[in-house]
């Protein structure tokens, strides 16, 4: 069973930094395609923050362009986000993200979302 687990969320003041680290265990059988760090805010719906694929290509939500910098370590299974210029409007439980792809046969895979249980993230002003 594919486990993520979260570490380095907390309490910042607005314009201090964060980074926050997963690290994935219990895959087998399996690619993971991308990796990635989403959040969700009281109230709100979660979104993605940030995503790097196997290839490395990454994706970033227009709300932290420059300043949040995602990073993944595909020998150790890892992804981290490292947050600066932190904001109030950045509060919220961010959490960490696996697509693995699994074949089934012939040239079919299946995809499957796995999640982290969430790292509580709060700016304060």
């Known amino acids: 069973q594919v486990q993520l687990v979260e570490s380095g969320g907390g309490l910042v003041q607005a314009g201090g930094s964060l980074r926050l680290s997963c690290a994935a265990s219990?895959?087998?059988?399996?690619?993971?395609?991308?990796m990635g760090w989403y959040r969700q805010a009281p109230g709100k719906q979660r979104e993605l923050v940030a995503r790097v694929t196997n290839g490395g290509s990454t994706d970033y939500a227009d709300s932290v362009k420059g300043r949040f910098t995602i990073s993944r370590d595909n020998a150790k299974i890892t992804v981290d986000l490292q947050m600066n210029s932190l904001k109030p409007e950045d509060t919220a439980v961010y959490y960490c993200?696996?697509?693995?792809?699994?074949?089934?046969?012939?040239?079919?895979?299946?995809?499957?979302?796995?999640w982290g249980q969430g790292t509580q993230v709060t700016v304060s002003s």
């Open positions: 219990g895959i087998s059988a399996g690619i993971i395609n991308a």
């Open positions: 993200n696996a697509e693995i792809l699994r074949f089934v046969s012939g040239s079919t895979w299946s995809k499957s979302n796995n």
